[in-house]
């Protein structure tokens, strides 16, 4: 088996972010397209033991790596026993080496049937919990089909401030006729509960999901571009004002320490690998990156690694181009922005480049290239205007 | 050489589908031209696309041999192009024949394509014999279709041959009549020096340029150094020879006799249709009559989709030149889609089959801009200039006057959709010149600018009608117009291959359709985008797309590397439809569907 490139020069192995998917729910959310799977009778057991030889197998392949963020999402981790959590980090630590003060993150629903897990949860290692609050009150998280109150979810908050080192919390807006005012007032909501991290997500209507089935009945009308982009300007006020930065799309930190570790390696294609089914992984720089991508049904990923030590179905090794593009999709929705000189393949084509510049939607410094306030309101737009330039000249300086 | 009383040399003039190809296979088959192993349908259609669409593109001359009370008959039948865009080539057809078989369905009648094809043959002075078809099929109406026949061609009807092209029945009958009602080669000395008509000439693999030549006095031999007359061009006879239909070598050809000759003639362009071929070293004192060079009527401009597929484009069209030579083009820049060419055709139909021969057989994908007429421009200072795209179009304050073409067209209908149909030609600037029933069928002679016929004419009578009405034109004059050019603006910039040349009266209504269609497709950009349709400096209709607030992805994490990097392949794919026109990407699709006009 290839081992991937490391960092140009060979110095000190490059760090690896974990990422463990969980994918059983207590039920489907009616807006949700991600790979889950209903929790009810579930064999635990059998995922468990295949996540932990999927991970030595991925240590036959990384080697020894500083592992500087381990994050448990789904689906919902929360409903994993804090012991199941506990043997998944001591398996990371003990196969690669969990760095000193590595982020921890685990996702949690706010009910208080998992809130009662959040003790044991900490206990196991978990530094951060991100809380999917989605909305505050009750109506809402009825209709996005969330089986906790807004009661709960504040009381699920203020538990895990008191227990975890650092809290974020996840909102949808956009909603079936939610109100600037609504917004703006639920944003207020979620900052006295007092988190360090905010992820504010615009409701997304996806292929083959229930939601899509009520637009296409007319039961749910999506928001405008008009209301998008005024929501989403407002939760850049008011997060401002409280003192979060933007510091992706998204993500809203109380300075940088509250920064999510595990999403920046995504955004700065750094190495991370993938355990659980459908979990994505990337691991080199440059032409030649693998990417994998594991089984997308638990029953299938179970019995891939049970048969061959390892849960990856599919691996790509991308090429110069795909690497570039890769690069750049993530890298510049970061704040921070990307550095040119760690960017694979051709540099972007310098008079699309000062185009968008010229457009106040792009900055640029020495080393440094990202998108504006404005760049990130049009991300998708003006990343695939600099990316399907014709390559010119690079830019100086 | 064949004795010219037993000569009969005839076309076919028939609507589409009403039986021509059938009935020639079946006199090809009764007179032994093919055993039966070797007949396929629609045997004189060489062409893929002929075939498919059921229409003759290149003429085709068939020798048959019928032996009738012990003596010997040559039958040369013509296919000829039935569609107008080929009228000058029909012309030329006819007037290489004495007689020609009117084909009529005998449950649909007349239709508009066989009546501008049966009085160019009765103008040509030839004997006309109505043949019935499908007389087998429940709904013949024989005696119907005769007195129609009657009535609109205004030729007797009474002795019409009965047949079913189909089942074989009454095809002896034909040949009977062929043979007595046609008129054999009138006249034709063989001892006076060559004259002989180029009735059409096509391109084959095998043999080169096949000439297709009547022989109207003297005699064409192989070997023989013959001259064009038109062109000037000499060549050696390589072969003689006649289509049985297998191609069958022959010494010579006298007159009143229809064969081909081959000569290193390099391309198609070299053999003018309607010249006059005679021999080098003793040449006949005048030419014939009737020569005309191509002139193409309707120009567009072709462009690759993918600019890099521009040299591709470019052979293409020198090998479809080889064999077409009243199609013609020329380099073109245009700047919303970058390098391509100007083609001229000779009508709407000739352009739809050179675009799709470009399509299918050269496997190209194609951006067609408006088509365009030719306009003749009367400068103030008396000269007179051609416009065939509007880009060219002069300083309006030079012009004295504008002349576009117009047309008479035949237009015959069930009477349901006359109504549609009145205000459809209204619309379209029509006059009026004739509007009579033929039993529940109504027949329209309207004079129309050519300009307004042009484009999608033709798909609204279609759906107007409900695919019933036919329509037919031929062109009759150059008409001085009210014209102006309206331009389209996309942020501001003019986009050159969406201008075109419209009446005053016309350029609003028509502008506000377009800044409308636009609006629809065109993306929208982080920009606002003005459209607007201007006449000069003055706008006459405006919309604006609004710019795009927000495009952004919500979340992008690990699992989303893949799926955004896969989204910009395809949008990599897409952009090479698209053309960029300033800071404005246009959708390919655009310069095409802005132009249609639905008038519901």
Redesign the interface.
């Known amino acids: 088996m290839n081992r991937p490139a490391g960092p140009a020069g060979g110095s000190a192995p490059r760090q690896l972010a974990v ?1 463990v998917h969980w994918p059983y729910c207590t039920a489907i959310c009616p807006y949700c397209d991600f790979n889950v799977y209903r929790a009810r009778g579930a064999d635990s057991t059998s995922l468990l033991q295949a996540i932990l030889t999927d991970l030595a197998g991925w240590r036959s392949i990384t080697g020894a790596r500083p592992v500087s963020s381990i994050f448990f ?1 789904g689906g919902t981790p929360s409903l994993m026993a804090p012991s199941e959590v506990a043997a998944v980090i001591e398996a990371v630590d003990r196969l690669f080496g969990l760095e000193a003060g590595a982020e921890i993150s685990l996702e949690a629903n706010p009910s208080d049937a998992e809130a009662a897990r959040f003790a044991g949860l900490r206990a196991a290692g978990v530094e951060r919990l991100s809380l999917g609050i989605q909305a505050l009150d009750d109506a809402s998280l009825r209709a996005l089909g969330r089986f906790h109150s807004a009661d709960e979810a504040v009381r699920a908050a203020r538990l895990a401030r008191s227990l975890f080192p650092r809290l974020s919390v996840d909102l949808i807006y956009a909603r079936h006729r939610q109100t600037r005012d609504d917004w703006r007032a639920e944003l207020g909501a979620a900052l006295a509960l007092e988190p360090d991290h905010i992820s504010p ?2 409701l ?1 209507i996806e292929a083959g999901t229930a939601y899509e089935r009520a637009v296409r009945r007319g039961v749910i009308v999506p928001a405008d ?2 209301l ?2 005024d929501l ?1 300007l407002i939760t850049q006020d008011v997060l401002e004002a409280a003192g979060f930065e933007a510091y ?3 993500n809203h930190a109380q300075g940088a320490a509250a920064r999510s570790v595990h ?1 920046i390696a ?2 700065t294609s750094q190495d ?1 690998i ?1 355990v659980g089914p ?5 691991l080199g720089a440059g032409a030649g990156r693998l ?1 994998t ?1 594991a089984a997308l049904r638990p029953v299938d990923y179970i019995a891939g690694v049970a048969a061959t030590g390892t849960g990856t179905a599919e691996r ?1 090794v991308l090429d110069e181009d ?1 690497a570039r ?2 690069f750049w ?2 890298g510049l ?1 970061f704040a921070d922005g990307a550095d040119p000189a760690l960017a694979p393949g051709a540099p972007l084509a310098a008079t699309a480049l000062a185009t968008a510049r010229d ?1 106040g ?1 792009v900055w640029t410094r020495p080393g440094r290239v990202g998108l504006t306030p404005a760049g ?7 990343i ?1 205007d600099l ?2 330039a014709e390559a010119g000249a690079s830019l100086p300086g | 050489m064949t004795p010219r009383q037993s000569i009969r040399n005839f076309s076919i003039v028939a609507h589409i589908d009403h039986g021509k190809s059938t009935l020639s296979d079946r006199l090809i088959q009764l007179t032994g031209g093919l055993a039966d192993r070797e007949m396929k349908e629609q045997v004189l259609d060489n062409m893929d696309i002929e075939r498919e669409r059921g229409i003759t593109i290149k003429a085709q001359t068939v020798r048959l041999t019928h032996v009738r009370d012990g003596q010997t008959y040559v039958l040369n039948l013509i296919d000829t192009p039935g569609h107008v865009d080929f009228a000058y080539e029909v012309s030329r057809s006819l007037a290489a024949c004495e007689g020609a078989l009117l084909v009529v369905d005998a449950s649909q009648g007349v239709e508009a394509q066989t009546l501008a094809n049966v009085y160019q043959a009765i103008d040509a002075d030839l004997e006309i014999v109505p043949v019935l078809n499908k007389i087998d099929l429940p709904a013949a109406e024989p005696d119907r279709i005769k007195a129609q026949i009657e009535e609109v061609i205004g030729i007797d009807a009474s002795q019409a041959v009965m047949i079913s092209a189909k089942t074989g029945l009454g095809i002896p009958d034909v040949l009977d009549a062929i043979i007595d009602r046609l008129p054999a080669p009138k006249d034709g000395d063989p001892d006076a020096p060559l004259k002989a008509l180029l009735m059409d000439a096509y391109y084959d693999a095998y043999l080169g340029v096949v000439v297709l030549v009547r022989i109207k006095d003297g005699v064409l031999r192989k070997g023989m150094k013959v001259r064009m007359m038109a062109t000037g061009a000499t060549y050696g006879v390589d072969r003689v020879g006649v289509f049985k239909p297998k191609i069958t070598e022959i010494d010579a050809l006298g007159p009143g006799e229809i064969g081909f000759l081959t000569a290193s003639i390099k391309e198609v362009g070299d053999a003018a249709v309607g010249d006059t071929i005679t021999e080098d070293r003793r040449q006949t004192a005048s030419a014939l009559p009737g020569f005309k060079p191509a002139q193409p009527v309707v120009f567009c401009g072709l462009f690759p989709v993918d600019a890099a597929n521009f040299e591709d484009l470019r052979a293409a069209m020198g090998k479809l030149r080889l064999n077409d030579a009243s199609f013609s083009f020329e380099m073109e820049t245009s700047a919303a889609l970058g390098f391509g060419f100007r083609c001229g055709f000779l009508g709407l139909l000739h352009l739809e089959i050179i675009q799709e021969r470009l399509a299918r057989e050269f496997n190209l994908d194609l951006i067609a801009t408006a088509p365009s007429v030719v306009y003749e421009i009367k400068l103030r200072g008396g000269e007179v200039v051609e416009l065939h795209n509007p880009v060219d179009m002069p300083d309006v304050m030079q012009i004295a006057e504008i002349h576009e073409p117009w047309i008479k067209a035949t237009i015959l209908t069930p009477d349901e959709y006359l109504g549609g149909i009145i205000k459809l030609c209204q619309d379209r600037r029509g006059n009026q010149q004739e509007l009579t029933y033929v039993g529940s069928r109504a027949m329209m002679v309207y004079e129309l600018p050519l300009n307004e016929v042009v484009f999608d004419f033709y798909d609204r009578l279609k759906s107007i009608s409900k695919g019933y009405a036919s329509f037919d034109y031929v062109m009759v004059d150059r008409r001085e117009g009210d014209l102006v050019k309206m331009q389209i603006l996309v942020n501001d910039e003019p986009v050159d291959a969406l201008s075109m040349l419209v009446h005053r009266n016309r350029a609003e209504s028509r502008g506000r359709v377009m800044c409308e269609k636009l609006k629809e497709l065109i993306p929208q950009h ?2 606002k985008i003005p459209i607007q349709a201007a006449i000069g400096g003055r706008i006459i209709a405006r919309e604006t797309i609004s710019a ?12 989303d ?2 799926r ?2 896969k989204l ?2 395809k ?2 794919e897409g ?1 090479k439809r698209m053309r960029q026109f300033g800071k404005v990407e246009i959708p390919q699709e655009a310069f095409i569907a802005a132009l249609k006009m639905d008038e519901n």
């Open positions: 990422y999402g997500y615009q997304t571009d008009d998008g982009a989403y992706e799309v998204s999403n995504y955004w991370w993938g459908g979990a994505h992984g990337r990417a991508t790509e795909g593009d890769e999709l993530m929705r457009a939607l990130r309101l049009l991300a998708n737009r003006v695939a990316l399907l | 982080m920009f795009l607030r927000k495009d952004v992805t919500a979340k992008c994490y690990g699992g590397a893949t955004k990097r910009l392949d949008q990599k952009k």
